[in-house]
T-cell receptor, first 114, second 110 residues
């Protein structure tokens, strides 16, 4: 297993378009997290899944954002009607569902909205 | 609403130990302290975590004070490749949400 995989690594889109990112967690990891990171800032929590259930959502996750994890495996993060303020690195992480276990991050998807 | 406080930046000479402090005075009894680092344009890399006891792995050592209100990450022999932003993280109580602060930007000098 090669770790958390994210696709695409880079995405340039025009304002108003929809974009979708994919995250493949480490197999057997039942927890999956999405974070967003803008330049010079630490990653900001967006949402969290335990298996297929979305258990937490940040207030940062506006109505234009939706995340899914069908069948508790890979996850997708969709942004509708993108805005320039959505330009950021979108990070995915996964972990086992045990107390005190660490999360492993993917390399992220860098989104640029022009 | 980060639960941790770290100095914004530190320098360390190559080959010397880098000691990165973190305050987490509101930590709860069953919460772990996690350390990650991020090298420019890459995803955060897990380093080490601990609950009460000091921990050591191939990358670093973690020293947690007895009252658990602070900890120190030690890179025993820093190299230029250790230049990165280091984050100390504690889970938000009652959630599975890990809040990153702005971290410590460590620069290892040749």
């Amino acid at each position: 297993d090669t770790g958390v995989s994210q696709d695409p690594r880079h995405k340039i889109t025009k304002r108003g378009q929809n974009v979708t990112f994919r995250c493949d967690p480490i197999s057997e990891h039942n927890r999956l997290y999405w974070y967003r990171q803008t330049l010079g800032q630490g990653p900001e929590f967006l949402t969290y899944f335990q298996n297929e259930a979305q258990l937490e959502k940040s207030r940062l996750l506006s109505d234009r954002f939706s995340a899914e994890r069908p069948k508790g495996s890979f996850s997708t993060l969709e942004i509708q009607r993108t805005e320039q303020g959505d330009s950021a690195m979108y990070l995915c992480a996964s972990s086992l569902g045990l107390v005190g276990t660490e999360a492993f991050f993917g390399q992220g998807t860098r989104l640029t909205v022009v | 609403d980060a639960k941790t406080t770290q100095p914004p930046s530190m320098d360390c000479a190559e080959g010397r130990a880098a000691n990165l402090p973190c305050n987490h005075s509101t930590i709860s009894g069953n919460e772990y302290v996690y350390w990650y680092r991020q090298i420019h344009s890459q995803g955060p890399q897990y380093i080490i975590h601990g609950l009460k006891n000091n921990e050591t792995n191939e990358m670093a050592s973690l020293i947690i004070t007895e009252d658990r209100k602070s900890s120190t990450l030690i890179l025993p022999h820093a190299t230029l490749r250790d230049t990165a932003v280091y984050y100390c993280i504690v889970r938000v109580t009652g959630t599975y949400k890990y809040i990153f602060g702005t971290g410590t930007r460590l620069k290892v000098l040749a």
